[in-house]
């Protein structure tokens, strides 16, 4: 019997704008459709409450109470009896790596440096240009800080990938740009070097690590770093992490940076499909 994920993901593409929406809140937020009834669900979503019925039915179930009866015991089975793993299972596999991964979460959020983290957003705000500078699995986290700082309207250089890349994002660089280094693990000295010969030059450092021992922190005026794990992949999730706690200080200190981008993108994005017309 296919459950309602197997349900949904296998008509998807042929839903209805309505029942697409649906569709992802039941997906993304089920643990809150179990609770809620056909027409709370159609309220919080500007919907009419006969649209969340058909939507059940479309997936082959008699209404939503049986949709959502399915949706319950699955968030039954995951609050309440949890899921019982054999030893050395998938599951048991599965379970130990997010338990690792939740532990050193907690340990970063409460050793966080919440004042470091501020001074490095009025630096933001001073420079000119940002220069990211990372390798190995220092690159996504870095490419995603790189992408939120652009979605608030600083100018960023990405010097990722390699030794040239590092190069030329460090090549013209002066005094109002800050460099800042993401740093997952000490593999290659690299990055820390990056970072040295960018404070030389007379930039202003900064460096987001996974632990306080990374090399780059020799080099950065300002240190945000987790708390060290000796497996890589839960210092990646980590930096991740602080990568995020960054944004979201960012985005509360300095709201109008990011709803002034927003407002020209969806500007541009209108004349844009003007013109396609």
Known sequence: MPTYEERIREIRSDLSPSFQILADFILDSYSSAAFLTATELAYSLDLDPAT??????????????????????????????????????SEQAADAALEEVE????????????????????ALDEAERVVLIAEGLGVGPARSLGAWLEGAGYTVQLGVGGLGEIARALVGGHRKDIAIAVEVEDQAPIVA??????????LRTAALVAAPS???????DYVLSGYASPDPGVGQVVVEAMVYALVQLLRRNRPGRFSTIQAQVGEMRQRIAGDSQ
Do not use: C, D, M
């Not at 532990?103 to 009025?122: C, D, G, H």
């Not at 070097?193 to 007379?202: F, K, Q, T």
């Not at 990374?214 to 950065?220: G, I, P, Y």
């Open 193 to 202: 070097r990056a970072l040295a010969e960018a404070r030389r030059a007379g």
């Open 214 to 220: 990374a090399l780059s922190t020799n080099h950065a």
């Open 103 to 122: 532990r050193y979460l907690q340990l970063t959020r409460r050793s966080f440096p919440i004042e470091a983290a501020e001074t490095l957003v009025n």
């Open 52 to 89: 969340v019925v058909r939507f059940a039915q479309r997936l082959g179930y008699t209404g939503y109470p049986e949709l959502q009866r399915e949706i319950r015991q699955r968030v039954k089975e995951e609050l309440l009896t949890g899921r019982p793993a054999e030893v050395n299972s």
